[in-house]
């Protein structure tokens, strides 16, 4: 059964860098669009960065753009969410999620994803 795995969550300060991985198992993995998301205690899931199938479109939230980088290694079978210069607001759970041959724009309004993570949680403190 297919599977993604999130790791690198983890506290940093305010202004830190963090790395989070998603692991995916038993899926072909370079046909699936890669999303990242995150959830705050008490808001709406929302999308963070989605990277298509062939690496060759991505997408960012606003609130991200110019400190989130999102990438992937299809031979690894993994995505990455590098985070820079982060801020309290950062602070949720993470989640990486994955669609079949995804359009991106579907991914970012999270309309038909396979398969999801249980999530990574991430605290940036001031």
């Known amino acids: 059964q297919a599977q993604l795995v999130e790791s690198g969550g983890g506290l940093v300060q305010a202004g830190g860098s963090l790395r989070l991985s998603c692991t995916a198992s038993?899926?072909?993995?370079?046909?699936?669009?890669m999303g990242w998301f995150r959830q705050a205690p008490g808001k709406e899931r929302e999308t963070v960065a989605v990277i298509e199938w062939n690496g060759v479109t991505l997408d960012y939230a606003d609130s991200v753009k110019g400190r989130f980088t999102i990438s992937r290694d299809n031979i690894k079978n993994m995505a990455y969410l590098q985070m820079n210069s982060l801020k309290p607001e950062d602070t949720a759970v993470y989640y990486c999620?994955?669609?079949?041959?995804?359009?991106?724009?579907?991914?970012?309004?999270?309309?038909?994803?396979?398969?999801w993570g249980k999530g990574t949680l991430v605290t940036v403190s001031s």
């Open positions: 038993a899926l072909t993995f370079s046909s699936y669009t």
């Open positions: 999620a994955a669609e079949y041959f995804g359009d991106v724009s579907s991914v970012v309004k999270q309309h038909g994803v396979n398969y």
